[in-house]
Structure formats: C-alpha cells, structure tokens
C-alpha cells in the first residue's frame, strides 16, 4: 500500500496557474494555455480564486470559485469550476475539493454555495446531488453580439 500525499492549494504563481491547465482544459477545451492563464490572472483582480488538489505532486482537481452578494442570496459562494483528471474520477477528489470549498465559504459568512453546470453533463448533476446540492433554478444565458465600426 502506497502512501498518498494529498494537498489542496490556491494557485497563486502563473507557474501555478499553468500547471493547472491540463486538468481544466477538461472542462474548458475552448481556453489555450495563454489564453486560461491570461484569464485567471484577469479574474483574479475580480475576485476569482483557483485551487488544485495535488496528489503525490500531481495535480488531480482544479476549481475556481468566488465570493458575491445578491438580494437573492445574501452572501454566498459561486463555484465557476471543478473538475477532476479524467483517469482520476471516482477517487474522492472532487469530493475532498467540494469540501475544502465548503469550508472556505463557511469560513467567509456564506449562507450558500451556488455553480451552474452544463445541461450535457449528467455525471456531474449526479455527484452534485448526491452530496447535497438541489437544482433550484434555470439558468438563462444570451450572446451579445458587438456592433462593427460605423454600426449601431
């Protein structure tokens, strides 16, 4: 039997950052390495946090999260991202991360956790519920198209 090591941390560093990329182009294939990096870096000044969870050094789990306020809700933590390694899916680390999150939002004040997750992906519903979550509501989304030059 072989020993784990298992940390979770906030990804703080662009070296950091970009470790993290492998697992989260999992969820967010669209994203370039540059292009997460640049992002996480941006929504950071937002806000935005990245963890990882590091098994043997290895990164398994990578979420995203911050902290908001609404009428709705009062203070409460929004999820943007979690995702475990594929070959690692079914070993306890989403659920260690969702913890550590829990934790987090209760250490901040927070009455609730909210995240929204794709329609696609029933696994994911699945876990979700079964640690506690609720569908509560539709999530509603419009692309906004920007007007060209000399165009309104």
Known sequence: MTDKTI????????????????????????????????????QKQEGYHLVFLEENGEIRAVGGYRFATMLSRGRFMYIDDLVTDEPYRAHGHGLKMMAW????????????????????????????????????????????????????
């Open 7 to 42: 940390k979770i941390r906030l990804a703080v560093t662009k070296e950091q950052i970009r470790k993290c990329y492998p697992v989260i182009f999992q969820l967010r294939p669209h994203l370039t390495e540059s292009e997460f990096v640049s992002r996480v870096q941006i």
């Open 101 to 152: 999150m829990i934790q987090k939002a209760r250490d901040a004040g927070c009455s609730q956790i909210d995240l929204d997750s794709g329609i696609q992906r029933k696994e994911s519903h699945e876990f979700y519920q079964k640690h506690g979550m609720s569908l509560i509501s539709w999530h509603f989304s419009q692309k906004l198209v920007h007007p060209g030059p000399g165009q309104v």
